[in-house]
């Protein structure tokens, strides 16, 4: 069974780095038809963070990332903390070393450093001086007994006999051993394993036939094709994916902004168009499967990591757009490995708007998504305006129905309009900028808005059938009023919505009075006139007796 993992340290929340990989995983499992597994790597207890792995399934659950394994979905891979699985990683370091492919290292710290130091004046690559690699049997067996602690080194002057590096995002790869540092350390003095160690154990153990993962981990790879090869493991298909760069070009970072996924889930951004959005990002253009890609500026540049050939020209295909809209089942159906690029891709908010916005369009079309939608954010709505008896769920329903295609996100309803909860204020800037834009004098707008008033007056009476007409058919009732007056179609109308919700911009009138309804939208115009004439009672106040 194909079977790939997300194996996350427990480090803080969750970013968005780490949800673009659990995403590819997740895709490239449904799309083989196989399952996926959280495991949490949690052997550096210097970097544990409390909360971190409920911060991390919080996020994949608000995704919608369901995994198949793991913590809260035990099954046969169980345990899935590294840190319950300690007697595995040791009794594989046995057999290393016992088939001569590690040995025990007993090096201080202080004299490690020391080694380090006098390679280094001497102009040597090499880290450690494999002191201990020449101590006889007895000599080791000697220090276990009295207590003397050591690492676990590999041995790399014995290389195993196996194929070359290949990945499904790179390609075949020149050997990069001489980027290793010598003899790395498979376990540490407390006898917890380093992640090279732990990473091959498990996913030998668990089944991985898939290994998705960072970039950076693309130099280790010849040191776990070894561990694979001396424990004469068959490895999983490896495929290294580039990482996420901010805007500026620098390595997205836990300890910037913006890269938190609880940041997204607080500010409103539908978790479909966040997932269209990572998905997209590097997923620029097809190539030749296990080749690495053309180094041209539309599609993929030389990979910079070391080990890689260099780049082969070959017949790109189209891929999605960056800002494609897709669904989630649309991405496990598109997913395809050979479309990720071989360099590190920047996300740019601006195409996340975009994408959110036709996200929320979609969504909307289905009755019961709609009620998802307002009911997720009822709350915050709730809270903006609290005195507000407006604030239910089917108010905020229609909101966003009425508001289709200028939302970008939920959270913006209350910006684009507060009139759909609150009275408008008329007094404000914006409000008597649209009352001085129609050109007409306190006492014009004071005849106007009374004549539309005394028409919704009666109009309200037979609300259903009256509202029920096209926008135009009841329209035509107000320009009665226009003509009579002979005033030209733009103020007039600016007038009514300067009333109706007291700002520019907005959706077509006779659909805010669908949603205001009659008392509402009566009351409105009432107030207004009563706002009008105050005007002028201030206006002839000033003047003089």
């Known amino acids: 069974m194909v079977l790939l993992r997300f194996a996350p340290s427990p480090t803080g929340p969750l970013h968005l780095g780490g949800l673009r990989m659990a995403l590819y995983n997740y895709l490239y499992a449904r799309k083989l038809g196989g399952k996926w597994i959280l495991r949490i ?61 590690a040995y025990r290292c007993f090096c201080s710290m202080d004299k490690l450093t020391e080694i380090r130091e006098r390679l280094a004046r001497a102009g040597s690559n090499s880290s450690y001086d494999k002191t201990c690699l020449h101590l006889s049997d007895e000599e080791v067996a000697r220090k276990v007994k009295a207590g003397e602690k050591y690492i676990v080194r590999i041995n790399d002057s014995l290389p195993p006999n196996r194929e070359p590096a290949n990945d499904l995002v790179f390609g075949q790869l020149r050997d990069a051993h001489a980027s290793l540092a010598t003899d790395p350390v498979l376990l540490k003095t407390d006898q917890w394993p380093t992640y090279h160690l732990a990473s091959v154990v498990d996913d030998h153990e668990m089944g991985i036939t898939h290994v998705l993962r960072g970039e950076e981990w693309l130099p280790s790879l010849p040191l776990h094709l070894d561990l694979y090869a001396h424990l004469k493991l068959k490895p999983p298909q490896f495929a290294h994916i580039p990482i996420l760069l901010n805007p500026d070009g620098t390595k997205m970072s836990k300890r910037n902004g913006d890269v938190q996924v609880i940041d997204y889930i ?254 509402v939208t009566v009351k409105r115009f009432s107030d207004a006139r009563s706002f009008e004439l105050d005007v002028v009672e201030k206006e002839e106040a000033k003047k003089p007796l």
């Open 266 to 519: 607080r500010r409103g951004w539908e978790p479909d168009a966040v997932l269209n959005w990572l998905a997209l990002a590097g997923w620029g253009a097809r190539h030749e499967p296990h080749a690495d890609s053309s180094s041209t500026a539309d599609t993929a540049t030389q990979p910079t990591h070391a080990g890689a050939h260099a780049p082969k020209p070959v017949q790109l295909q189209s891929a999605p757009d960056s800002t494609h809209i897709m669904t989630k089942q649309e991405l496990v159906s598109e997913f395809d490995l050979s479309a990720v690029t071989q360099r590190s891709s920047s996300l740019d908010a601006t195409k996340l708007e975009y994408i959110n916005k036709h996200h929320l369009m979609l969504r909307r079309e289905n009755e019961e998504e709609l009620k998802k939608m307002a009911e997720r954010v009822h709350d915050s709505i709730k809270a903006k305006f609290p005195t507000s008896q407006y604030t239910n769920v089917d108010r905020i329903k229609q909101g966003i129905w009425l508001l289709d295609g200028r939302l970008t996100n939920l959270h913006d309803i209350p910006l684009h309009a507060p009139w759909l909860f609150v009275d408008p204020d008329l007094s404000t800037p914006e409000a008597q900028q649209m009352a001085e834009q129609t050109k007409m004098d306190v006492p014009l707008r004071v005849k106007i808005i009374t004549a539309a008033h005394s028409l919704l007056a009666v109009e309200a009476q037979t609300w259903d059938s009256f509202i029920s007409q096209s926008n135009e058919q009841v329209l035509k009732n107000f320009h009665v009023i226009r003509e009579t007056l002979r005033l030209k179609p733009k103020p007039f109308l600016m007038l009514l919505r300067y009333v109706l919700t007291g700002m520019k911009d907005g959706p077509a009138l006779v659909d805010i009075m669908r949603v205001l309804g009659p008392e």
């Open 41 to 101: 790597e949690d052997t550096d207890s210097t970097r544990f963070v409390a909360g971190s792995v409920d911060g991390i399934r919080h996020a994949l659950n608000w995704a919608g990332l369901e995994y198949d394994y793991g913590p809260g979905k035990e099954g046969p891979h169980s345990p899935y903390y590294q840190s319950e699985r300690l007697d595995l990683y040791q009794g594989y370091a046995k057999k290393l070393l016992n088939n001569g492919s």
